[in-house]
């Protein structure tokens, strides 16, 4: 059985999208703009290696779930979801990752 988190986090973050920006750290990411959002996950990833490359379990994991919370942020704001990027991963099944990237249009 799955765990709903990111089902759950989903919701709330699409919730709270019209929410006051000085109340909502997400309502204030999406008044900022796609530009700020896709920013801040950058900023994210960057840190997610940084943990990475380090021997801290606890901070590789608590970058990696701040990734994973402004890849939210960035794909309500595109008008996307996680049943989109689960689609795409279902396409991808069984395709080698080289064949994959054979395949896209550029």
Known sequence: MTDP???TLEATIRLRRGAD???SYVAGLFARG???IAQKLG???TETVIAA???DPGALTSEAAD???HLLVLLA???LSLDDV???LRRREGVSGIDEKAGRKE
Do not use: P, Q, S, W
Request: without cysteine; proline residues 0%.
């Open 53 to 55: 490359m380090g021997n």
């Open 77 to 79: 704001d595109a008008g």
């Open 43 to 45: 900023e994210e990833a």
């Open 86 to 88: 689960r689609a795409e």
């Open 5 to 7: 988190i990111l089902d």
């Open 21 to 23: 920006a000085g109340t």
């Open 34 to 36: 796609r530009r700020k």
């Open 67 to 69: 990734l994973v919370f």
